[in-house]
């Protein structure tokens, strides 16, 4: 079984005390932080963009992951590498065509059935190029149609809720995509969305071993035991 890793997302933390609270993932044990970048477009919601990456890279030396929840993203990549990002997880529903019921500034969730290739490649190439880590991730309701790209990313992450917010409940169907990468992929995958003491070992068991985590990590009264806890997963 591969190591877990977890990474807390920031999303849920106390803003007004962004060192506190990145010093807090560092003693609970965290292996990486993620970021959760919202534009609006892509999501119905807005969270931050690359100034707070900048202030929590001058925080902490944990590896940051930028997950990108924008439209455009080929756009910004530079900004969120520049501002101190380790990591840049793209959303594959901007490399397709989009299911038409996700087409227009107010539908989502965005969904694609297949993705440009060479389009998304060029962006994965461009983000290695600078020597940072690649990673795709992909909606609940898109398909598994990644296999073309496996050896361009460093590590998938599946989306366990619909993205957008955080405190929601984790998507069972995760489950079977998670299983099905798995067996074709010998490389991290992440999970995220609804990551809790019940939805983990579930997670792990299909094969995930990054465990993505706001709300119950940072609304947990002991963090450490709860990154302890997620780690021991591995383990059984
Ligand atoms: C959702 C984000 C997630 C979210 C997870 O759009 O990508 O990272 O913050 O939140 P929890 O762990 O509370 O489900
Ligand atoms: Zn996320």
Known sequence: MKKIKVSPSILAADFSRLGDETKKCEAAGADQLHLDIMDGNFVPNISFGPVIVRTVRKLTKLELDAHLMIENPDLYLDDYIKAGADMITLHIECYGQRRPHSIGRDKFPKEVDEIDVEKIRRDLKRIRARGKKASVTLNPGTPLCIEPILDDVDDVLIMSVQPGFSGQKFMDSALTKIK????????????????????????????????????????????KKVVTELKQLGKE
């Open 180 to 223: 099905e990468l798995r067996k074709v992929f010998k490389k991290d995958i992440k999970v995220d969305g609804g990551v809790n003491k019940d939805t983990a070992p579930r997670a792990v068991e299909a094969g995930a071993n990054v465990l993505i985590t706001a709300s119950y990590f940072f609304s947990a009264t002991d963090q």
